[in-house]
């Protein structure tokens, strides 16, 4: 072999081995897009891939392998720090604002600590519905009357490349990113190794993120373009998840009260990311500042109006809750009882063959067929308890209130 064709064997191997090509644990990829933003020679693309979700491409012609990839990627860090509970401080936090609290999604906390970063010359970072793709994307804004655009929890990839460019480029300004566990693990890996200090983290309590694919074979049946998508809205209760839509028409319509396939499809755990399956940053608060998210379980399991669980890890994360806090309603509660009724610590377990099932119907815009999967793979017992719950659901709130507080209590 010539000298000049070993060189550049070399040469390739090396790329491989020093960029995120790297295939042997592909499948935990997150889809952070953090990669693609701090890529300088911007040799890596961020694209839905045939199941819906967001994954890097690799120009390897224009990739210089220089690693930086590979520094704050999920996938090639073994040593994922794990929170020591006397390290944070947990909190209940409902907003004293009522109509507020009914606008959102648990207890109007996000919304608070956006207006108090924006006073403090953060730009917050937030995922708003694009209208025109019918996708959703992560953005900046400096301009407090438009955080309104970042209510609602959404529950499938965010395509984040250009906000998190603009974070990593621009040097001078401050910014707030309310992102999933494994997003704000890269970008805390990306603030220290630059050693960066702007930056407030928050991240929220995930359960696992299904594809763009379920979102968009799920909106077939409402026939968009829509003018407004509400997401996870209060119509039918705090513990009942509802999406509601205005039309071309201007025509208000919810989802349904029971059966929804677009949640029961991501609530049954069969079409999330692989990553979500054994995700470690979930079940760690090291990486963020203030971590957010639905206070569930048997202390707030009658209320119909929304509680959040806040976890402070941090001084700067101690400061923004402290400033709010006079808006809030708070109570110091234990970790562990926050934990308990989350993802935390908790691996998920998942039948592959029915998941590739359900992906491959979704991608083809077959949700009917792929909710079919879902529900005829459940036993007996789980379809007996699955129509108890509908028939809850269907009655009034303060009917479902007091059933809930009676069975949380049994």
């Known amino acids: 072999m010539s000298g000049k064709r070993q060189k550049n064997t070399y040469y390739q ?27 300088p020679v911007e040799a890596i693309q961020i694209k839905l891939d045939e199941n819906g979700f967001y994954r890097p491409e690799i120009n390897e012609e224009k990739c210089i392998a220089c690693g930086k990839c590979k520094k704050i990627c999920y996938r090639f860090d073994q040593n994922i720090s794990l929170t020591a509970k006397k390290n944070v401080h947990a909190y209940s936090a409902v907003n004293k604002d009522k109509e507020l609290v009914r606008e ?82 890269a970008l805390r890996k990306w603030a220290e190794e630059h050693k960066k200090d702007n930056l407030l983290l928050i991240d929220f309590f995930c359960h696992g993120i299904a594809p763009v694919s379920l979102w968009k074979s799920y909106i077939k049946e409402f026939q968009s373009p829509f ?16 999406t509601r839509f205005i039309d071309a028409d201007k025509k208000e319509i919810l989802s349904k009260r029971t059966n929804d396939q677009f949640y029961d499809l991501f609530f049954s755990e069969l079409c999330f990311n692989n990553s979500c399956y054994k995700c470690k940053a979930r079940s760690t608060v090291e990486y963020s500042d203030l971590r957010i998210g639905d206070f569930w379980g048997k202390r707030y399991a009658s209320n119909m109006e929304g509680v959040s669980a806040v976890i402070v890890n941090t001084k700067k994360g101690y400061e923004i809750f402290k400033e709010i806090s006079p808006y809030l309603k708070t109570k110091k509660v234990e970790f562990e009882e926050i934990i308990s009724a989350q993802s935390y610590g908790k691996p998920r377990e998942y039948d592959a063959r029915k998941r590739e099932q359900i992906l491959d119907y979704l991608k083809k815009n077959k949700i009917k067929e792929a909710y079919k999967v879902y529900y005829n793979g459940l036993s007996v017992k789980v379809k007996t308890l699955k129509s108890a719950k509908n028939m809850i659901k269907k009655c009034p709130i303060i009917i479902q209130s007091r059933v809930r507080g009676i069975m949380k209590s049994v």
């Open 104 to 185: 959102c999604s648990s207890g109007a906390i996000s919304e608070e600590i956006m207006k108090a970063c924006i006073k403090h010359g953060y730009k917050v970072v937030g995922v708003e519905y694009d209208y025109e793709k019918d996708i959703i994307k992560t953005t900046t804004t400096s301009d407090v009357n438009s955080i309104t655009k970042y209510r609602g929890s959404k529950y499938f990839q965010s395509y984040t490349v250009e906000a998190f460019k603009e974070i990593t480029k621009n040097k001078e300004d401050k910014y707030a990113v309310i992102g999933t566990p494994c997003q704000i693990y």
């Open 227 to 242: 003018l407004k998508v509400d997401f996870r809205t209060k119509d039918y209760g705090w513990h009942n998840f509802a």
């Open 13 to 39: 191997w090396r790329k491989k081995m020093n960029n995120i090509a790297d295939i042997s644990n592909y499948d935990q990829c997150t889809s952070c897009g953090m990669c693609s933003a701090i890529c």
